[in-house]
């Protein structure tokens, strides 16, 4: 391309934007919405790609090789014999599902070495989309600004269950509307999932999750964070529940995998399912969210985990039974840290009040509706409000429903009541099946005495945190710990088989049991008032905020120069960047590439992070990395500059010519605001390498099975 051209075109553009360039804070692109100068962008960044290579309905694109894996995270087709890659912790679950302890794949790895041996996951899904169209128009028919908030709300609903059943779809396909820019846009989704998903391959723990959580969101990294599964389907191709007859689904679109290798500053794009970010907050918002609410969460894990810590160290069956379960809790507690550090760091908050002083000047300048100009005031009335009932809300799930089990089991006891209360017989019965899905794991992996720690913990903070106007009917005296001594040995919420005998009898004998059960009653009356209290008072000031926010979204879109991209919801995006290092504090920099030789530095004989495979360390010795690495260095990470957040994970690294270089899995610490206040300056996505992924399945595994059936360019 003429590139004398770009310049005054860029110069002008830049003109214009440059105090607006915060609203452009999203780097998440809906693939069929991929503008012209987008294209451009990406080219002049070194892609050979064309919007149509990225996308296309109507013929075989990127977009057809990349799925939803499991509901939360993304995957890509590797195979014309739908072979899939994605991240070992987002197969996790599956892997620990199929160990014994003789047969323990989350600890020696796992692969199959023939399509028989591929082992089936109930319930485990994959998600393709087909086709993306815009149907604002179509939800939006009617509704007015000032409508009643019910009433708008129900109309919007009433439109998309129209469109649900008239867009036009095949029989083994659904569609889904969902809201972009908070209610501005709708868009409808031609999806298709697959039920017979099949586990594949897996590294031992000591390599696919590496560091585990003292590397988590950490760089430099060193993780082989991949898993192998396989889509099965019926014998016409389409999705079918699991049976042995179904057949390896034939995927007309996979990747290609480039074993070329890569460098710092080369392009490259993250397809995939990013979960929720939140880039249009106004700055009051954010500041509520570091000073106020991450501040609470992370003290309520904080000291969980130090319960959990603390008796994982001194018990291997604990540690083995525990290491999922802190994992998870530990994931948004570090990471909670690291945005409220990032958020202060990097000033979001000044540079987001400068831009709302930017804003009203636009409206001005603009002539643009009075009423934006009262939007600031009224966010902070709003957020002034939702303060303890947002406080109240976090202390309430994080305690009753996300840190202890014997808790969770009340809350689900209390809905399953309520059920009763309120559908009747029928109601209960038709979900007590549910109800027992739900309550039977909360009693694996379990530990009573080490449950009863992190429930006095959880409890003594409620009392002394929880606002008191949300602690109604419950003395701030009760003493907790000898409240717990009587609970765990007394209650039927912490004896298996009773609690589950119980939801087998009528509902009147149920209620009748539950309601004779001290713990039960006493945690009653905590989660009344959240139904009753907490939640009203929270959701009705949420939805007047969503509305606010929706209001600033459009004004947002009006002023700017070009439309800003939407946040994050779970939908399909693709966003794009360079293999490139940051500098995480003054006179710091790091290099984008980590390699083998760092797993070895790391290396500690017999921890739990940080052991390392015997094969593995043979491997490094002998330098054996053709023809994966012919440098004498085996590369494992990479890190870039892509705009990811959670469900990104398991998503294809493609480079500028459409060929698989990496698996996304994670984000560096000094970036982790990027949910709030993306930072192209620190913010960086991690992935793991794919060469290092091929070496291991090949070297390491010499599972030639696989290696055969994937297409490697070199
Ligand atoms: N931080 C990554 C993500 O948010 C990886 C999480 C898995 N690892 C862990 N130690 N929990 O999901
Ligand atoms: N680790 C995340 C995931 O599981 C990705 C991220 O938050 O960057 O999706």
Not at 115 to 137: A, C, D, H, S, W
Not at 172 to 200: C, H, P
Request: glycine share 6%; proline share 4%.
């Amino acid at each position: 391309m003429n590139k004398t051209s770009k310049y005054p075109l860029f110069f002008v553009l830049f003109i214009f934007t440059f105090k607006l360039v915060l609203a452009q804070n999203s780097r998440m692109i809906i693939p069929s919405e991929i503008s012209m100068n987008l294209e451009k962008e990406m080219q002049e960044m070194g892609s050979e790609l064309s919007a149509d290579d990225i996308y296309n309905p109507n013929m075989l694109s990127i977009n057809d090789a990349v799925i939803q894996f499991n509901g939360g995270c993304t995957g890509e087709i590797v195979s014309p014999k739908g072979l899939i890659f994605t991240n070992h912790h987002c197969g996790y679950g599956a892997i620990q599902s199929h160990s014994t302890f003789e047969n323990n794949y989350v600890k020696n790895g796992f692969w199959a070495n023939s399509f028989e041996e591929e082992l089936p996951n109930p319930g485990m899904y994959v998600t393709f989309v087909r086709k993306i169209q815009e149907v604002t128009n179509e939800v939006l028919n009617g509704v007015k600004d000032n409508m009643d908030e019910n009433i708008r709300k129900s109309l919007i609903q009433k439109n998309i269950n129209k469109l649900l059943q008239t867009i036009p779809k095949e029989e083994w396909q659904d569609i889904e509307i969902k809201a972009f820019y908070d209610g501005n846009k709708y868009y409808a989704f031609t999806v298709e999932n697959y039920k017979d998903i099949r586990l594949v391959g897996a590294p031992p723990a000591s390599i696919g999750k590496f560091g585990a959580d003292t590397d988590n969101w950490m760089w430099p990294r060193h993780t082989g964070d991949f898993s192998i599964f396989r889509i099965y389907a019926d014998k016409n191709n389409h999705p079918a529940e699991y049976s042995p007859e179904n057949v390896p689904y034939q995927a007309d679109k996979y990747f290609k995998i480039s074993i070329k290798g890569i460098k710092a500053g080369d392009f490259f794009l993250i397809y995939g399912f990013p979960g929720r970010t939140q880039e249009y907050l106004p700055a009051l918002a954010v500041q509520q969210k570091v000073e106020v609410i991450n501040p609470a969460r992370i003290e309520i894990r904080e000291r969980v985990l130090n319960v959990m810590d603390k008796w994982m160290k001194n018990n291997d069956t604990i540690k083995l039974q525990y290491t999922a379960k802190y994992a998870r809790i530990a994931n948004y507690w570090k990471k909670w840290i690291g945005e409220t550090q990032g958020i202060k760091k990097t000033g979001a908050v000044e540079k987001k009040k400068a831009f709302e002083k930017e804003f009203i000047q636009q409206i001005k300048t603009q002539n643009l509706d009075k009423s934006y100009l009262l939007i600031f005031d009224q966010f902070r009335n709003l957020y002034d409000q939702i303060k303890d009932p947002e406080l109240a809300r976090n202390y309430f799930i994080e305690t009753f429903y996300l840190n202890n089990d014997f808790l969770k089991r009340a809350l689900y006891v209390y809905q399953l009541e309520k059920l009763y209360e309120v559908e009747g017989k029928n109601a209960y019965k038709k979900n007590k099946e549910k109800f027992k899905s739900y309550i039977t794991p909360t009693f694996s992996n379990y530990n009573s005495a080490l449950d009863k720690k992190t429930f006095i913990t959880l409890l003594e903070l409620y009392q002394n945190k929880m606002p008191v106007k949300y602690m109604e009917g419950i003395s701030k005296d009760i003493n907790i710990k000898k409240l717990a001594n009587d609970f765990y040995s007394n209650s039927i919420l912490n004896n298996k088989t009773q609690l589950i005998k119980l939801l087998e009898k009528n509902p009147k004998k149920f209620i009748k049991t539950i309601e004779n059960d001290n713990a039960y009653v006493f945690l009653k009356k905590f989660i009344d008032n959240y139904y009753n209290k907490i939640s009203p008072d929270y959701y009705s000031l949420r939805d007047k905020i969503n509305r606010l926010q929706k209001k600033y979204m459009e004004a947002i879109i009006k002023i700017s120069p070009t439309l800003p991209y939407p946040d994050a919801n779970g939908t399909l995006r693709f966003s794009y960047g360079v293999v490139k290092g940051y500098e995480p504090r003054d006179a710091v920099y790091y290099y984008p590439i980590s390699h083998l030789k760092g797993v070895m530095e790391k290396y500690v004989p017999g921890d739990y992070e940080f052991d390392v495979p015997k094969k593995l360390i043979d491997l490094f010795k002998k330098k054996d990395f053709a023809p994966y690495s012919k440098t004498g260095q085996m590369p494992v990470n990479f890190l870039g500059s892509a705009h990811t957040t959670g469900g990104n994970s398991g998503s294809p690294a493609i480079n500028k010519e459409g060929e698989l270089i990496g698996i996304n899995f994670d984000r560096v610490w000094e970036g982790t605001m990027s949910d709030l206040y993306y930072d192209q300056k620190i913010s960086r996505n991690i992935m793991v390498d794919i060469r290092y992924v091929l070496f291991i399945i090949d070297k390491f595994a010499n599972n030639k099975r696989l290696i055969k059936e994937l297409n490697i360019i070199k």
